[in-house]
């Protein structure tokens, strides 16, 4: 499903995950999957973005979000495939830049002494 749903995706293994990305490095990873014991993490890198109307992403970061699949019909939920597809859409979109308050240093506000 994630090849047909990611066309052209660079497919490699980092992080004991398969991984999905725009080109060959891992920076421009889109999603993953991983396999654990008793279910599968269907990650998506920025998956704060995406349109989730089922609500099925977990997950509370600023930007990666995912999913836990424990059957094969939970992995066929069309609703899934939409998430995929939208991450791959989307994926190239820039990613908005969060303006971080600094404080100032403490021997800016002190008085120096002479």
């Known amino acids: ?14 992080y004991d995950a398969i991984n999905y990305s725009l080109s060959d490095s891992p ?4 999603c993953y999957i991983s396999p654990m014991e008793k279910y599968v993490t ?4 920025f998956g704060a973005r995406l349109d989730d109307q089922h609500h099925l992403l977990q997950g509370i970061g600023k930007r990666a979000r995912h999913i836990k699949i424990e059957t094969l019909e939970e992995a066929r939920n069309s ?8 991450a791959w859409t989307h994926g190239a ?3 908005p830049k969060v303006r971080r308050r600094t404080k100032q240093g403490s021997k800016s506000r002190r008085k120096r002494r002479s």
């Open 1 to 14: 499903m994630a090849r047909k749903a990611m066309p052209r995706a660079h497919e490699f293994l980092y």
């Open 27 to 30: 920076l421009g990873r889109i």
């Open 42 to 45: 269907l990650g998506f890198l």
């Open 79 to 86: 609703a899934v495939k939409e998430l995929v597809k939208a």
């Open 93 to 95: 979109d820039p990613v």
